[in-house]
């Protein structure tokens, strides 16, 4: 299962590559997510996030560095991301070639190995990330029951929750053609603005901009049409985790919602990190499913499983900071507005992709599955800014003497994630960046 812990989550093990040593590396021996670095010269290549570095896979397959058993790639490898090495040879050849890397990278590997390794680095600062799995499909489900809570009260203070909530794992379907990597830009949209009742709307420039901060995975192995994922099973077609932003244009949203969900105020951009950090990683931090009050339904039995109760949630800590023009001109730095943390949804990532697939509908190598915005039960653990501010009535102060209700030209968003626990190594998921322009 995803959850076993083996000699590649070894607290003590170290590389020789020295940054992946620091204590507060995202990127130690133990974690090795994969990426997709386009160095300025190059097609893009596939690659494993080390320290401060991206160890080079198309390099090092084609070097030899990998072992025999990857020579066949060597041909093909130039244009293959993830889901081309997914679909040709199955999710068992990523686990594979992460597990060859590791053996590559470790401090005791051979010093002839290490050698020709060293030419097989790219500088992380240095390279311009793509998405590493081409995304088929996008799905955005509503796991956290406090923003679902919050959110409902804002707009039904005697009744927050509505009453499938606690059967239903909630979700819609989003685009994934506006999918972008982390460091783009995201261009303020335009759409139906309603917020003079009096009046018919206007179409203008998004007043009420916000993000959310989620967390989303990517289906490695997929189910054919008219088939379902047992639970039991479902972990077994996932293949690895990234930070996800999802903007929202929460005035668009208030008008076009009813009665079909949001539609435009959802599309026109969702950031992602470019690191997928793999279940395997993920091991040592899986903790027992989110505890039911008692009184609330027990889920139904196409959700229900042991061990989705005993492991099925991740204990991944969250953290939104923002930085605005003023902010960057004065060098102050990034501020934090919330840390919440994964293991407080709803609803596990296996309890998602199962309901997602209980229909029938056939998932996809690629697929990329958010959980919905991750908020905690504390004031601190909002992830949204229509949570922090409440609508925008409580407006945030930031260390520049500005404030928000919602975001502004010019204001970057950065997410974090990292895990921890006693025992092992904390890993991390890197950065989910995006600066907001203005609309045309
Ligand atoms: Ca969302």
């Not at 991206?54 to 130039?78: C, R, T």
């Not at 070639?97 to 190995?113: G, H, K, M, Q, T």
């Amino acid at each position: 299962m995803t959850y076993e812990i083996n000699e590649t989550h070894d607290p003590n093990l170290k590389s020789w590559v020295e940054s992946a040593n620091d204590p507060n590396t995202d990127f130690p021996i133990q974690n090795l997510p994969f990426c997709m670095p386009w160095p300025a010269t190059d097609l893009p290549h596939l690659g494993i996030g080390i320290g401060d570095y991206i160890f080079d896979l198309n390099q090092a397959i084609v070097a030899g560095l990998l072992g025999s058993g990857f020579d066949p790639l060597a041909e093909e490898i130039e244009l293959c991301d993830l889901s081309f090495l997914t679909e040709v040879y199955g999710t068992a050849i990523l686990t594979d070639l992460r597990r060859s890397a590791f053996e590559v990278l470790r401090e005791d590997a051979e010093p002839e190995i290490i050698e020709d390794a060293k030419d097989c680095m790219v500088l992380m600062s240095k390279a311009d990330p793509e998405l590493a799995f081409e995304i088929g499909d996008y799905t955005d489900f509503y796991c956290s029951i406090y923003h679902a809570t919050n959110v409902g009260s804002m707009f039904r203070p005697d009744n927050p929750l509505l009453p499938n909530y606690k059967y239903v794992p909630i979700g819609y379907h989003g685009r994934a053609s506006s999918i972008v990597i982390s460091g783009t830009d995201i261009k303020r949209p335009k759409g139906q603005n309603r917020t003079d009742q009096e009046a018919p709307p206007v179409f203008i420039p998004c007043k009420n901009l916000d993000y959310e901060m989620e967390v989303g995975f990517f289906v490695g192995r997929g189910n054919e049409l008219g088939t379902s994922i047992p639970i039991g099973e479902a972990e077994k077609h996932i293949f690895g985790l990234c930070l996800v932003n999802d903007w929202s244009a929460r005035d668009i949203q208030a008008w076009e919602y009813q009665p079909l969900g949001p539609f435009l105020a959802k599309n026109f951009a969702t950031t992602i990190s470019p690191f997928v950090v793999t279940m395997e990683a993920l091991a040592p931090f899986r903790t027992k499913a989110f505890e039911r009050e008692p009184g609330d339904p027990a889920p139904l039995d196409y959700l229900a499983d042991v061990n989705n109760e005993k492991f099925g949630g991740i204990d991944i800590n969250l953290e939104v900071f923002i930085q605005t023009e003023k902010m960057r001109a004065e060098n102050i730095e990034p501020f934090m507005l919330s840390r919440s943390n994964m293991k407080d949804l709803y609803w596990t990532i296996g309890q998602m992709l199962t309901h997602h697939a209980s229909g029938g509908c056939n998932l996809q190598t690629g697929d990329l599955i958010a959980t919905g915005t991750i908020s905690g039960k504390e004031k601190s653990e909002r992830g949204s800014m229509l949570e922090l501010s409440w609508r925008g009535t409580e407006p945030i102060q930031l260390p520049s003497g500005e404030t928000r209700r919602f975001l502004e030209d010019g204001d970057e968003i950065i997410m974090k994630g990292y895990c921890e626990r006693e025992g092992f190594r904390r890993i991390g998921f890197g950065e989910c960046r995006g600066r907001i322009l203005p609309a045309d």
